[in-house]
């Protein structure tokens, strides 16, 4: 569970670890806060999203995936996927290692593809 008090800077202006220790982990995620991650979440159908300051749809949320444990072990290979395709270490840092080559060559952030 990544769950976040509703401050709307979070929406994207935040990568918390454990997001990223639960897809690594293979764990689907229950995210409560609108943004990037919740956006990843939908997109890869690797957990829960639930409204912010919203307890019942939070329990709602828990009560399905109690009810629906067949479906958890998917929710999790697809977050694990998702770890590997885009936020391994060795991607990230090729990213990061491009991102600082365009800088060194005077590129702008927008022409260089290796980070968004």
Same mark, same amino acid.
């Given at each position: 569970?990544?769950?976040?008090?509703?401050?709307?800077?979070?929406?994207?202006?935040?990568? @918390?670890?454990? /997001?990223?220790?639960? $897809?690594?982990?293979?764990?689907?995620?229950?995210? +409560?806060? !609108?943004?990037?991650?919740?956006?990843?979440?939908?997109?890869?159908?690797?957990?829960?999203?639930?409204?912010?300051?919203? @307890?019942?749809? /939070?329990?709602?949320? $828990?009560?399905?995936?109690?009810?629906?444990?067949? +479906?958890? !072990?998917?929710?999790?290979?697809?977050?694990?996927?998702?770890?590997?395709?885009?936020?391994?270490?060795?991607?990230?840092?090729?990213?990061?290692?491009?991102?600082?080559?365009?800088?060194?060559?005077?590129?702008?952030?927008?022409?260089?593809?290796?980070?968004?």
């Amino acid at each position: 569970m990544q769950i976040l008090a509703n401050v709307p800077a979070f929406y994207y202006g935040t990568s @918390p670890n454990k /997001f990223f220790d639960y $897809l690594a982990a293979g764990r689907p995620v229950l995210n +409560n806060y !609108p943004g990037w991650l919740t956006d990843l979440i939908i997109h890869h159908q690797c957990g829960y999203v639930v409204p912010p300051d919203d @307890p019942a749809a /939070f329990a709602e949320a $828990l009560i399905h995936a109690a009810d629906h444990r067949a +479906n958890l !072990p998917a929710m999790g290979q697809r977050a694990r996927e998702l770890a590997q395709s885009d936020y391994h270490r060795d991607r990230l840092a090729e990213r990061f290692v491009a991102w600082l080559e365009g800088a060194a060559e005077g590129k702008g952030e927008r022409d260089n593809q290796g980070l968004d």
